[in-house]
């Protein structure tokens, strides 16, 4: 079993910065594919990033292209999701999870964190 935690969200003004952060409960972690989603009040939950368990390669929903980076830090066992020029469109509880494949599809990964909140204001 793999348990992930997120942490880092928050509030911050539209224009803003924030560095999300998943750690998780295993090492075995580091065989895992990484993916950050995201769910607004009364909106379906989506992806965001992925990222391979190796690190080389990346994938990011169109609207956040250019303002978000995922990356990993295997010897902290670790991944994270800088985002840059956050829009109040980015408000929503951001999830983190682990799965066997980089994907962009939510039931792909079969571990999930229990979300962290980000608010931004207008």
């Known amino acids: 079993q793999v348990q992930l935690v997120e942490s880092g969200g928050g509030l911050v003004q539209a224009g803003g910065s924030l560095r999300l952060s998943c750690a998780a409960s295993k090492r075995t972690l580091n065989t895992y594919a990484m993916g950050w989603f995201r769910q607004a009040p009364g909106k379906e939950r989506e992806f965001v990033a992925a990222?391979?368990?190796?690190?080389?390669?990346?994938a990011y929903r169109d609207s956040v292209k250019g303002r978000f980076t995922i990356s990993r830090d295997s010897a902290k066992n670790t991944v994270y999701l800088q985002m840059n020029s956050l829009k109040p469109e980015d408000t929503a509880v951001y999830y983190c999870?682990?799965?066997?494949?980089?994907?962009?599809?939510?039931?792909?990964?079969?571990?999930w964190g229990q979300g962290t909140q980000v608010t931004v204001s207008s």
């Open positions: 999870a682990a799965g066997r494949i980089m994907s962009i599809r939510a039931d792909e990964y079969a571990y």
């Open positions: 990222i391979t368990w190796t690190g080389g390669n990346t």
